[in-house]
């Protein structure tokens, strides 16, 4: 029988087995000369005793591109010291990862079972180890569980969500030293997809490394002088402190990714190095990562494109954007680099948020009313703004799935879409907002025109470029529309407290959505979302903050995304996740301008293996971590 590799599209009752990526065949093992005096003092094992019994074999030939050789130094530009979380994201290093099918298969974990959509059943790799050398167990697994997870102290508001199914959460077992069982009594479609995230869920931790900053464990003194030491309140404070596995600020935390941090903070570089006991190979038997050490240098955001046309970087996309793109270019004939345009992933690049909580309730009633959404759609000229900013490279679109999608529906890109502006001017006359003024701005029943503001985080010169095309093209339809900019968290406040009429911001963070994956941007589930904030909110807090929704479809969506939270097969969740699609094109919810823009990616000549054409997203990409810069290397070593 051919075992299947989603294991987790399965029905009732049906058990599906992931494939265990191993390796047989296999020629001798080889290992990075840079760790060859550690190994020669004896300081670390031979990579044959540093590796899993059965490590992850990555066929870098099969995915297109050249086994590489080990050594050299990848430079990255960041603008802030918590950006060392990138690091992380990029390693996307996880018990399960997304393929390049955007199917979920074990990575950290051997293999994994799933019975029921309920029964999950985790196999670590025999004798795969911490970056110290430290076995990872089971016990690992416990620690996280019962003792962090279950700590009222440490996770006051109980286990993360992804770990709880209609507020209950599940039983773990230890069946052994490497195999672990969560069950719940109603199918969890969240689990899986959770701990593959970008920014994943940490189901285990080095409960060898951390029980000496926990309460229970470490003795009374010791942990009292650590407190002194580290300057925070508690024990509490200090396990948090020194046990962030997102962002490793902890130099001394043992990790499972490519590399491991070395730098404390403040620092203004760090640097990270190869993790010795990283359990991927490639089909030579040379382990992976093939580069020895990654370094972040911190400075102004403002200046990191300057920066990467110097030659500062041998990798960079953070803080570059489109707009960079024609510089970057020039200075690449002078420079050794080379720049590549990505595909953005988002689901509009650029969208409209009207807010449909708007505290002015006459603004508010207009967001709410489907037909002046529709005007506005009708009104804007993508092609233009396509044209004018992008140079036509972008694709004009509503807010939706990416055609790289298994989920996508071009009839639904395209909805509401095309410019009509006597079907625009129809639709507000309808609405009774037929009467203007001199200026053949449209008015309200009580007198107001038809003029209001659209904020923005001031993220870029293009949001205002395109607001400026905007404002050209709803004058023609009597709306006026004056842009403005302002700091985040202002922003952010202004939105949440109705304060904000319209906002523009991007769309669906993730567009390359498949149906295991979670559909929560398509319903009211966050006040992060701009459109409905507090409706959002109401969902968030379970009802103890916010207000409900109203209008019947975001009920409808709510519902649905209920029903997904609760389903068992692939079919249900695909039917839920096109249901939920179809509803956000046809209510514009959010009215996407255009999507697929381009990203700039910066590359050292020498840097091998980085596709010259990628899809560039935080989910569920994880920026470059989907394709595997432990496969990058350099030309020359």
Not at 98 to 107: F, I, N
Not at 110 to 118: A, D, K, N, W, Y
Not at 238 to 264: A, G, I, K
Not at 574 to 583: D, P, S
Request: a neutral charge; one cysteine or more; hydrophobic letters at 40%.
């Amino acid at each position: 029988m051919r075992i299947a590799r989603r294991s987790f599209l399965i029905g009732t009752g049906a058990a599906l087995v992931a494939p265990r990526l191993g390796f047989a065949g296999v020629g001798p093992l080889i290992d990075s000369p840079a760790l060859a005096a550690k190994v020669a003092a004896g300081e670390l094992p031979p990579l044959a005793e540093r590796l899993p019994k059965s490590p992850r074999l990555i066929e870098v030939a099969a995915m297109g591109r050249a086994p590489g050789r080990h050594g050299g130094t990848m430079r990255m530009l960041m603008g802030d010291q918590r950006d060392i979380r990138m690091m992380t994201i990029y390693g996307y290093t996880r018990l399960v990862v997304y393929d390049d099918k955007l199917e979920l298969a074990p990575d950290l974990l051997e293999s994994f079972e799933v019975e029921g959509g309920r029964v999950f059943t985790l196999r670590l790799r025999v004798g795969h180890r911490w970056s110290d050398g430290h076995p990872l167990t089971a016990e690992d697994f416990r620690y996280w569980w019962e003792d962090v997870a279950n700590n009222k102290r440490l996770s006051p508001g109980g286990p993360p969500q992804a770990m709880l199914i209609s507020g209950q959460p599940c039983r773990f077992e230890v069946l052994d030293e490497v195999t672990l069982r969560y069950t719940w009594a109603e199918p969890n479609p969240v689990f899986l997809p959770a701990l593959a995230g970008a920014q994943p869920l940490y189901i285990a931790m080095p409960a060898h490394y951390l029980k000496q900053f926990h309460q229970r464990y470490a003795g009374k003194e010791e942990l009292e002088q650590k407190i002194k030491t580290a300057r925070v309140k508690d024990w509490g404070s200090l396990h948090e402190r020194f046990s962030r596995q997102y962002r490793p600020e902890n130099p001394d935390l043992p990790t499972l990714d490519p590399w491991r941090n070395t730098t404390s903070i403040p620092a203004e570089r760090f640097t990270f190095v190869r993790n010795p006991y990283f359990h991927r190979i490639d089909e030579n038997g040379r382990q992976l990562p093939y580069v020895d050490e990654v370094t972040l240098t911190i400075g102004s955001a403002a200046l990191i494109p300057a920066k990467t046309a110097a030659g500062d970087a041998d990798l960079q996309a953070r803080y570059l954007r489109f707009e960079d793109y024609t510089f970057l270019k020039g200075a690449a004939k002078r420079m050794n680099f080379e720049v590549k345009l990505w595909k953005r992933a988002e689901g509009a690049s650029f969208a409209l948020m009207p807010n449909l909580n708007a505290i002015d309730p006459v603004w508010r009633d207009l967001n709410r009313d489907v037909r002046y959404r529709r005007a506005l759609s009708l009104a804007i000229n993508r092609r233009d703004i396509n044209r004018v900013i992008y140079f036509g490279l972008a694709k004009e679109s509503g807010n939706t799935a990416l055609p790289e999608s298994p989920l996508y529906d071009a009839a639904l890109a395209q909805l509401n879409m095309t410019p009509d502006l006597a079907e625009a001017n129809r639709l507000l006359d309808e609405i009774g907002l037929s009467k203007r003024d001199g200026e053949k701005i449209r008015l309200f029943p009580d007198g107001r025109r038809l003029e209001f503001t659209i904020e923005t985080a001031g993220a870029s010169t293009e949001e205002t470029d395109i607001l400026d095309l905007i404002k050209q093209d709803f004058i023609a339809i009597g709306i006026k529309i004056h842009p403005r900019s302002s700091q985040l968290d202002v922003f952010r406040r202004r939105i949440l407290a109705g304060q904000t009429i319209m906002s523009g911001w991007t769309g669906m963070d993730n567009a390359l959505v498949a149906a295991e994956m979670e559909p929560d941007a398509l319903a009211p589930t966050s006040p992060a979302q701009f459109n409905w904030p507090r409706w959002g909110q109401y969902f968030e807090s379970g009802g103890r903050e916010g207000e409900a929704p109203t209008i019947q479809e975001a009920k409808q969506l709510v519902e649905l995304y209920r029903g997904w939270r609760h389903s068992t097969t692939h079919e249900e969740r695909r039917e839920i996740w096109q249901t939920m699609l179809k509803i956000n094109a046809e209510q514009l919810f959010t009215i996407g301008v255009v999507n697929a823009t381009l990203q700039p990616i910066v590359i050292a000549k020498a840097l091998r293996n980085v596709p010259d054409n990628g899809l560039y997203s935080f989910e569920p990409g994880a920026f470059f971590g989907r394709y595997m810069p432990d496969t990058f290397w350099f030309e020359g070593n």
